[in-house]
């Protein structure tokens, strides 16, 4: 006999979902790179906990409004922190309403 069954096991409030190849981890621990005024690029320190799907789940460390440096993260860190970036918004793909992180 075999059951189906779906189960909610909640929802966690204040964290972001940060794509998998944005977080970069060193001896320091995790980070992300994220574009801040004028367009320079800075370093900041992340908080994991768990992943959900192909995200990391970000408990602390970004702020509302952070644009995190998903893709040319190779020119980043050549440039260091400082570097000027162009800007190409990502968006995330909307979740299931059955979807829960």
Request: net charge positive.
């Amino acid at each position: 006999m075999y059951v189906t069954l779906n189960v909610n096991l909640g929802q966690q409030h204040n964290v972001f979902l940060v794509p998998q190849q944005a977080l970069q981890r060193d001896t320091a621990g995790a980070y992300v790179f994220v574009v801040g005024p004028g367009g320079k690029v800075k370093r900041k320190t992340v908080d994991t906990r768990d992943s959900y799907r192909n995200n990391w789940i970000v408990t602390n460390g970004l702020d509302n409004g952070d644009q995190v440096v998903v893709t040319g993260l190779q020119a980043v860190q050549v440039g260091g922190p400082g570097a000027l970036a162009r800007l190409r918004p990502e968006t995330m793909p909307p979740r299931h309403p059955a979807d829960h992180a």
